[in-house]
């Protein structure tokens, strides 16, 4: 087959005929306009030109050619034809580069390089933002109570979560469109994570597909999913069951979001291109695409989900089931009734009910009301923390009170952001370090000796009054800015 012209694909530039190059082949994707998820907008956009840089961030590399006709694949073009375009570094590109070679902390480089619109969907929570911050504060109520004189020269802080090896007491938890702050995406979190054997969420809403996260995996590595449940129940059975034929070894349902919180930062973003769309929507329609990131993403969720829907997810699958977002006693317990493998105490990192309660604060109602129905630790039924941690002390507390592991979430994803798969395992390597150090001052050689004596939790449910300010924290959250006014003279 002879080679197409660059010349020749340009002529094809609209609505009527429009031919598009990515990864030098050529495409006429005229009949798939209307039909693209995004809209017909963003591939005019690059109509009759290469829309290679554009493809790569929110497409796995098959997309394409796994879903345009054959016909439709017209041949390479001819590299001789093609002009180089000299990409201009700008003096935001500029600035980013000797950001990073300073080293700095990993979220203030993530909120620094990332474009708004990625920091505002990264960043938000709902409403007054109270509960993210609340998250967070929650922690520095909390007071260790040290033993000393055990010999504390070999500490061990590896785990299992839900019978599963790991070497930290921390999972990466769920978070959505990885490509907003990184070409890599997720995949970033699982080479990594693959490499220094923790456990991986994948997220419904990543923006790499879930057999490509799947694929990137090193032999044996554990994975879980993170599940929102589809209005058309047959989709969502269809995925569970691939996910359980790849090897993920537990189910994660999203329990805290019948319908999203109103993240205004986000929201403010308005109109939502390409790489706001998740993969699991490739195919959809009514996509909503005007008020932020999050809107865009959450358009297919079940709101009618309810506990009725929990034996017939149990039918589906023999992966253990957890319920992510219990925020109650009621709840816990009825999720333990209902024979589940465990409930993460969450309320979505602040993204969903603005003054909800941290999950370290309700972590001790739920462990006493837990130990009704037998002994506790109890082998059967884990729980878990996730929201607001961010170093190693925040995990041993959280462990000493009940948890059997904690979700990070954002922590990771800004590492990424900022460094890549580096940034990932070096997020790695300052747990590890802190755990030692931590462990060793708090007299703790192992994750089973931490014991609720070894903290003070009495403050916990005190929300006035002074707490020490976290500066680090404070140095990279961005309040909610007013509307700018135009002056009038």
Excluded at 132 to 137: L, P, Q, S, V
Aim: aromatic letters at 8%; charged letters at 25%.
């Amino acid at each position: 087959m002879s080679l197409i012209s660059a010349q020749a694909v340009a002529e094809h530039a609209s609505s009527s005929s429009c031919w598009i190059i990515v990864h030098g082949k050529v495409y006429d994707v005229t009949e798939f306009l209307p039909e693209h998820p995004g809209g017909s907008k963003i591939i005019l956009k690059y109509a009759g030109k290469d829309a290679t840089e554009a493809y790569d961030p929110i497409h796995p590399p098959d997309a394409i050619t796994t879903h345009l006709p054959k016909e439709k694949h017209l041949g390479a073009v001819d590299p001789n034809t093609v002009v180089k375009v000299k990409k201009e570094v700008t003096a935001e590109e500029l600035k980013r580069q000797e950001l990073i070679a300073a080293r700095p902390s990993l979220d203030e480089v993530a909120k620094t390089i990332l474009p708004p619109k990625a920091w505002a969907y990264y960043s938000s929570a709902s409403d007054d933002e109270i509960t993210i911050r609340e998250n967070r504060a929650a922690y520095q109520r909390i007071w260790f109570r040290p033993r000393i004189l055990r010999d504390v020269s070999t500490v061990d802080w590896s785990t299992t979560i839900l019978g599963q090896r790991s070497t930290l007491p921390v999972y990466i938890s769920a978070t959505a469109l990885g490509k907003l702050g990184h070409p890599d995406g997720e995949l970033n979190l699982t080479r990594a994570a693959g490499k220094h054997g923790v456990i991986q969420m994948i997220p419904t809403l990543a923006s790499c597909s879930f057999d490509e996260i799947v694929d990137a995996t090193v032999p044996g590595q554990v994975q879980f999913l993170q599940l929102y449940v589809n209005r058309d129940r047959e989709i969502t059975k269809k995925y569970v069951q691939h996910a359980e034929k790849r090897g993920v070894k537990g189910l994660f349902i999203t329990v805290d979001a019948p319908q999203l919180g109103r993240r205004e930062k986000d929201m403010r973003m308005k109109f939502v291109d390409e790489s706001g769309v998740a993969k699991v929507q490739d195919g959809q329609s009514g996509v909503k695409k005007d008020e932020g990131v999050a809107r865009a993403i959450s358009s297919f969720i079940d709101p009618s989900l309810s506990w009725k829907d929990i034996p017939w997810f149990k039918s589906i699958t023999n992966m253990p089931i957890v319920l992510k977002g219990v925020a109650r006693p009621e709840d816990a317990l009825m999720a333990y009734d209902y024979g589940l493998a465990g409930i993460v105490l969450s309320n979505h990192g602040g993204r969903q009910l603005d003054t909800a309660r941290s999950g370290i604060e309700n972590l001790i109602e739920v462990v006493e009301a837990l130990k009704t129905r037998g002994p506790w630790p109890n082998p059967k039924f884990e729980v878990f923390v996730d929201g607001g941690i961010r170093r190693a002390s925040d995990v041993l507390k959280a462990i000493a009170l009940g948890a059997k592991a904690v979700g990070v979430g954002r922590a990771f994803m800004y590492s990424f952001c900022a460094y890549g798969q580096d940034g990932v395992e070096k997020a790695f390597q300052i747990f590890r370090d802190e755990l030692q150090m931590n462990m060793r001052l708090i007299g703790a050689r192992t994750i089973d000796e931490l014991t609720p004596d070894m903290v003070d939790a009495s403050g916990i449910h005190s929300h006035v009054g002074v707490t020490p300010a976290d500066n680090l924290y404070n140095s990279t959250y961005q309040p909610l800015a007013l509307a700018q006014f135009k002056t009038k003279l």
